[in-house]
């Protein structure tokens, strides 16, 4: 393996800089090992993409209610009611050849309808339980904000800003 020789003052910055870098994963000497798994955060995440994929089925929920309405919409059944009455109920007790394809049609936007309430329910809450569980989130001993390391060698002087939040 060959080695690549770096200028003095870079190649002192280089290597102390490598010695400052921490590897997730890794613990420092003068750090404390972290033990486990973090809970609350795991289960927020979770809860989040529960709330996405929650949002993404209501959505195709109100698409396919919006079809549905469509549906009756355009229906040569639906054609011969005014807009006051509803077709769905008169569906139901008319022995019209349309009249079944309309009660299938209804049954469809009445599970959709349904649908698309409990999706977007779920998906706000799951929403602000995963934002609850991962901003509460964190080890006891981890301190959080902003600490400012000099870092000094021959020839090199500087400071690295570390954060956590």
């Known amino acids: 393996m060959r080695k690549i020789a770096l200028p003095g003052p870079v190649a002192s910055a280089f290597v102390t800089l490598i010695t400052l870098t921490v590897v997730p994963g890794m613990a420092r000497a003068d750090e404390p090992a972290k033990a486990g798994w973090d809970g609350r955060f795991v289960v927020g995440m979770s809860?989040?993409?529960v709330s996405a994929v929650s949002l993404g089925f209501g959505i195709l929920s109100t698409y396919q209610v919006y079809e549905v309405n469509e549906a009756i919409?355009?229906?040569a059944f639906a054609a011969r009611f005014t807009d006051a009455q509803n077709v769905c109920v008169a569906a139901e007790t008319s022995a019209d050849v349309g009249a079944g394809v309309m009660r299938e049609t209804c049954a469809r936007g009445n599970t959709y309808n349904t649908l698309q309430y409990v999706m977007y329910g779920l998906h706000v809450g799951s929403a602000l339980a995963g934002i609850y569980l991962v901003a509460t989130s964190g080890r006891a001993g981890e301190r959080?904000?902003?600490?400012?390391?000099?870092?000094v060698?021959?020839?090199?002087?500087?400071?690295v800003v570390r954060g956590a939040f």
Do not use: D, I, Q, Y
Not at 144 to 151: C, E, L, R, T, Y
Not at 153 to 159: D, E, L, N, P
């Open 153 to 159: 060698s021959a020839g090199f002087g500087g400071v």
């Open 144 to 151: 959080k904000g902003v600490a400012v390391v000099p870092v």
């Open 47 to 49: 809860a989040l993409g």
């Open 73 to 75: 919409r355009t229906s």
